[in-house]
């Protein structure tokens, strides 16, 4: 928003780093039916494609549900499962903009 501006300089990097370590605690099918309503992140790549990042908890747990892109071998790989994740990492997924933003000015 205009009116607005980022809380520090380097707050976007976060989301970058959060990618980077990402680590799962478990692995389940995907079942589409479950994902109710999701956060969504979705990443560009250097090379025009991109990843996309739901996050949703269900059933008590933290899980994501990551796809890409890229058509080659190994996409429909990665989205066919849900991927279980520790609360610290759930929560790089699940920011708002406001989040990142630093307060309304008065």
């Given amino acids: 928003p205009s009116d607005r501006s980022l809380d520090y300089p380097s707050v976007t990097d976060e989301l970058a780093r959060s990618m980077v370590n990402l680590s799962f605690t478990d692995v389940s099918p995907h079942e589409s039916s479950r994902w109710k309503s ?21 059933d008590g747990k933290r899980w994501l549900h ?28 699940t920011k708002s903009l406001d989040d990142l933003l630093a307060e309304k000015p008065e």
Avoid: C, H, R
Wanted: aromatic content about 12%; glycine content about 6%; charged content about 20%.
């Fill in 66 to 93: 990551l796809s890409n892109s890229d058509t080659q071998v190994g996409s429909e790989t990665l989205a066919s499962w849900d991927y279980e994740v520790t609360s610290y990492v759930f929560e790089d997924f």
């Fill in 38 to 58: 999701p956060s969504l992140m979705k990443f560009s790549l250097a090379d025009g494609g991109t990843v996309s990042v739901s996050a949703e908890m269900i």
